[in-house]
């Protein structure tokens, strides 16, 4: 999507680790994410093997770059003993909160850190990346939260920065508070960091910006629909990331913002997140988007997919081909949901759009926001 001479075709990362069934119902993460993504956009005829990435697993030295040498010891220690003195539990909150020890708890997440590595590489000279298993945005240096247990999206920001890339732009749009990746950029305005998330949710943090170091957070109301989000788009945030002047930018379209989410109370179609990426992919010479939440996975991969062929430039079919729904009649769900999904979870990527009016709050925040 750059501007200037042809860029590489956009390549999509995943990771065939994402498969193992490590988290358990009902932890929200015992869902198909990534891959699904990946088995739906192939049986789309979407994804020619040469534009496939796997994912190689970090190595410490590359997780140094932004966790602290005792927690990803901590992470290693946990996988082989499938365990953690309680005082190291305490302080790394690994095995605690909802971050589960379980199988693959070092190798799964220091390979969404490979693949978030592989995505600053394969876009260093410019170009898209899609990799929807890289995003957890809550991660912490020497500390798991949220699910997250590293912080791959600050990897991906600090490689590219590695590279000489000097003004990044980050724009979350998932349910939760981008609290992770605002603090590691904190006090580096190099960096502009934008969350637009649900206001009183987990964790609970991201109620004020703070423009001059490059933060700017819209806590929005429950109920907020696909009119309020192209509102915040037009009157605040593309304002703001044409001002930055990103050299490089990251999309992450959490899909816990969508109305189909079990997690969250935002009442988004697909169309919205997919209008805001068609509105922010040619402002940077460098696009990383990547995944986020998202726990129902029919809406997850429907929406993810979509993405997909908005960067590559395919038209969204009205109704999927047979291999695709074949794909996501497959899918296990452990939520009541699942046991019989609407007729067009398994039919469609596109959802029915969810405009509405443009609350005075949401307005509000705009205003707040503008640079
Ligand atoms: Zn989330």
Known sequence: MAE???PPAPAFIGAEIYRLPVFRPPHPLAVPRAMLVRDLI??????PESRYHEAEIATVQELRRFHTPDYIAA???????QDLPASVREATRIGADSNPIHAAVFRRPATSAGGALKAAGLTSGGGVVHAPGVGNHHGRPARASGFCFVNDVALLILRWRDLGIR?????????????????????DPDVLTISVHEA???????????AARGILNFPVPPGFNDSELAWLMEAAILPAI????????VFLPGADALADDPMAKLDLSNNALW?????VAGLAPRL???????YNPYALARCWAGIWAILNGFAIPEALPPAAVGVLREVAYFRPAGRNPPSHWLTTLRDPAAGGPVRDAVKRLAEEGRA
């Open 4 to 6: 200037s001479s042809a």
């Open 42 to 47: 192939a049986a789309c005829g979407w994804l």
């Open 75 to 81: 992470l290693q220690q946990a996988e082989v003993a």
């Open 167 to 187: 003004r990044v732009a980050y724009l979350d749009l998932d349910a939760h508070h981008g609290d992770g990746v605002e603090a590691a950029f904190a006090d």
């Open 200 to 210: 009183g949710r987990w964790p609970r943090s991201g109620n004020e910006s703070d």
């Open 242 to 249: 044409r001002a930055h002047a990103p050299e490089a930018l």
């Open 275 to 279: 209008a805001a990426l068609r509105a």
């Open 288 to 294: 990383a988007v990547l995944g986020g939440g998202g």
